[in-house]
Structures are given as C-alpha cells and as structure tokens.
C-alpha cells in the first residue's frame, strides 16, 4: 500500500530528514586521505543520538552501523572499518538513515577523496545531475517510471549505467515503503504519483556495465567489472508544487539542483 503523508507529517519527515542532510554535511567536511570509514561512522552515530534520533540503519537486518560507506567499486551497503583507510584518488559513496519522532529521512552522495581522475569526477556529476532530474519529475499526475527513465536517459548518454538489482523506495514511518521506486525502464509506467507520496530517490551508476554482486559479508555489492560507482539519494515529497527536497542540505555538494 502506497501511502500519502499528511501535511503536518511531512514537516515532521522535514525534521528528520533535515537531520540526515546535516550528517551528510559534517561527514563531507571530513573527507580526506588517511580518515577511516569507521571514523566516519563513529562522527553520524554521536550527531544523530545527541539530536534525539534513532540511526536507522543499525541493525536494521542485522546491519551492523549507522551509515554505509561505499569505495570505488563498492556500489552501496559497504561496513564501515577502522582497517578501510581513504587513499586520494578514492571515491567514497556514504548513505545515512536517521529516525526522529517516528519518521524516517534517508539520503546519500559520493565524494571524491582528494583529486581524483577524469572519469571519475564525470561519473560523480552525471550521478548528481541523473537525481535531480528524477526529482523534476516527481510531480502529481506523472507515473514511479517517469523517475527512473529520467535517470537512465541521462547517465547512458554518457557511456555510464545503471544498477538494476537495487532500488529507490517510499519511505515514512518505515525505511522501505511501497513503491519501488527504478532508475530506469520506459516512462509512463507504475503507479501514479500523488500529493504526499515520499518517495527515495537514489540513482546508483556504474561507470562500466550494470551487472553487481554480493561480497562476502552479505552486504557489500560491489560491481562485477570492477569499474568505479557512485550513489546519490534525496528524500523527496510529491506536492502540489513543486518537489520537496525533505533532505536538502544547507550547504549543497556537487552539481547545482
């Protein structure tokens, strides 16, 4: 069942996502050879409990930290480690999850660690530039595939491609929530977008072919070609307007909206 949030339920998801942007903010501030994953993860579970939330993605699962802190080939889901050094060069991809008073915000981003290579940094833009073209299209009356066909159509006609085995999702007083949300197919499918669906956005990109797979550890999906891969994600609100961006930072990364 798809769910549409009320108005004043939406200012409390602003609350909490609102929260995860400013994590996201002081974690990219720390982004520089030499700092740990676990270091990263030690910094957004002491921001989040001192601002009364809950980190929503520990044990979630049996997930075993707050964030997940994916590296080049990484696509998402990586386990923060104390052993996972940040070498210049690297791409670091860092999803963050919180729960404030019983609603969920949930966003991410890649950012390079240092100078990084041509492609690399073009990878990282087209991602950015992919999500928010989706969000333009989170709009009443379009269709869950409008969202996704917007990504596919712009990170392919830069040679890159999109993972197909992981997803966007509603979200709200649960992490995951009906629908799925693609990064790709044809437009005009799916459910039919409405005033207050909360939907999570997130192209994940690949710079060589889609296809991933699991590590080990039964979390880490990393692609198969080991070429590099770049996540981004917004909490977004459908409204009557134009698309609420419930996870917008104060001090944007990247690409302009």
């Known amino acids: 069942m798809i769910v549409c949030r009320s108005a004043a339920e ?16 002081e974690l990219s501030a720390m982004i520089a ?9 030690r910094a957004a579970e002491k921001r989040i409990v001192a601002a009364g939330a809950v980190p929503a993605f520990k044990g979630y ?53 240092g100078p990084v290579s041509e492609e690399a940094a073009t990878l990282l833009r087209v991602t950015e530039e992919a999500l928010y073209k989706a969000i333009e299209r989170a ?35 649960r992490m995951h929530e009906e629908p799925q949300v693609p990064n790709y197919g044809e437009a005009g499918r799916g459910p039919r977008l409405a005033e207050g ?21 039964g979390w880490t999906a990393v692609t198969r070609d080991g070429c590099l891969s770049a996540h981004f994600e917004h909490t977004v609100a459908v409204t009557s307007g134009e698309p609420w961006i419930l996870t917008a930072r104060a001090v944007p990364v990247g690409a302009k909206k």
Do not use: W
């Open 10 to 25: 939406l200012e409390r998801m602003r609350e909490a996502g609102r929260l995860v942007g400013e994590v996201l903010t």
């Open 33 to 41: 050879p030499g700092i740990t994953t676990a270091d990263l993860d």
């Open 61 to 113: 699962h049996g997930y075993p930290a707050t964030i997940c802190s994916s590296i080049n080939e990484e696509v998402i889901h990586g386990i923060p480690s104390g052993r996972r050094i940040l070498q210049e060069g690297d791409v670091v991809s860092i999803d963050v999850g919180a729960s404030l008073d019983g609603y969920y915000g949930d966003s991410a981003m890649t950012l390079p660690v």
């Open 139 to 173: 709009r009443p009356g379009g269709r869950i595939s409008d969202i996704g066909h917007a990504v596919q159509q712009h990170v392919e006609a830069f040679g890159f491609s999109v993972v197909r085995e992981f997803v966007g999702h509603g979200i709200g007083q």
């Open 197 to 217: 669906m909360v939907l999570a956005i997130e192209p994940m990109v690949n710079a060589g072919k889609p296809a991933v797979k699991v590590l080990a550890d």
